[in-house]
């Protein structure tokens, strides 16, 4: 059977963002693929970039993301689960590909320049960043990883390194494929600037465990069709954000309804929100509930991470030490 990866940053709340771009196609995945599905919280990403890590919020962060992935139905007793920090390995194998990887392949990457150009002073770590992603998946020696389009570049990437590794020191690695599933979505931000993300601060998002009262807020005043300047003007849902975000959490009769109404001025967009918001708190609030139960029990989600290391040790390791072997690093 194939051994699927996948990372998740701890770097903000979790959100809808992750739920519907990770988080619910973990689950799924997960229940397919039992303990060939490998999971990791990637903190060790987190520090590349100065304008979203906080020491000060990391570890709770971790937890939080932890805690919110079970929630929403992540079984640690199906999958692996663990935290990146906590299996040595990754650093290592990172170290060993960094060495054989040249500047120049990382210098094109398009996510490097994007940020790259938002900071006065680039540590080392972002232009390395694909260099810890691409050993994150062949340390398990992945061979299918769910990804978004904006990482494609960096699968790539991966692809290639694994073919360096295997034509200098022999077959060790294979190929891994991107895979682009239905739930691998761009959620837009709530601000209606671009993709919904944790580094754009907590007002583009809308936080999986977020109050509802919180929520309202955000969507009360969320751009809809700039040509609804009065309740009677007719609008066009293809272009409404509120519309995307139904299309995520409502019913097929509500999206209907809305997709009709819409166009010919039968209801307000402050209606179309309430209608939306009542679908928000149909997902989120299963999920909330069983959050708020873990958080009873915070030494189970400490548990099940350790347990998760545990058994990401136990295939990083052997992997680790014949890649020192091929490699030509003294044993004793």
Not at 80 to 108: C, D, K, M, Y
Request: hydrophobic share 40%; aromatic share 8%.
């Amino acid at each position: 059977m194939s051994t699927v990866f996948s990372g998740i940053q701890p770097t903000g709340e979790p959100h809808i963002g992750n739920l519907f771009g990770a988080m619910f196609n973990y689950v799924k995945l997960g229940e397919q693929y039992g303990k060939n599905a490998i999971y990791c919280i990637v903190d060790l990403h987190a520090p590349t970039n100065p304008l979203a890590y906080d020491k000060s919020t990391l570890a709770r962060l971790t937890y939080e993301m932890a805690l919110a992935n079970m929630a929403v139905g992540l079984d640690p007793e199906k999958v692996i689960f663990f935290v990146q920090s906590h299996v040595r390995e990754h650093s290592e194998l990172s170290w060993l590909f960094t060495v054989q990887t040249p500047v120049g392949e990382l210098e094109r990457m398009t996510q490097y320049k994007d940020k790259a150009g938002k900071l006065e002073s680039v540590p080392a770590g972002l232009l390395m960043y694909p260099v810890l992603m691409a050993a994150d998946i062949l340390l398990y020696k992945a061979d299918t990883v769910p990804v978004g389009e904006d990482q494609l570049q960096h699968i790539e990437l991966t692809r290639e390194i694994a073919r360096r590794f295997n034509h200098t020191f022999g077959e060790t690695f294979p190929e891994p494929r991107a895979v682009l599933t239905q739930e691998a979505l761009r959620v837009p931000g709530v601000d209606g600037n671009g993709k919904m993300g944790k580094s754009k601060g907590p007002g583009s998002t809308i936080g999986i465990l977020e109050d509802f009262g919180s929520i309202w807020q955000k969507l009360r005043v969320a751009p809809t069709d700039p040509a609804r300047v009065r309740r009677t003007d007719p609008g066009n849902p293809d272009i409404c954000l509120i519309f995307d975000y139904h299309k995520l959490f409502s019913d097929l009769p509500t999206i209907q309804m809305v997709d009709v109404e819409c166009r010919r001025a039968g209801i307000g967009c402050i209606d179309c929100k309430k209608a939306l918001l009542t679908g928000i708190e149909r997902t989120l609030t299963p999920i909330q509930a069983r959050a708020a139960e873990l958080q009873q029990r915070p030494q189970q989600v400490y548990d099940a991470l350790a347990h998760g290391a545990d058994q990401a040790r136990a295939i990083a390791q052997p992997v680790m030490e014949e890649v020192r072997e091929k490699m030509g690093f003294l044993k004793l």
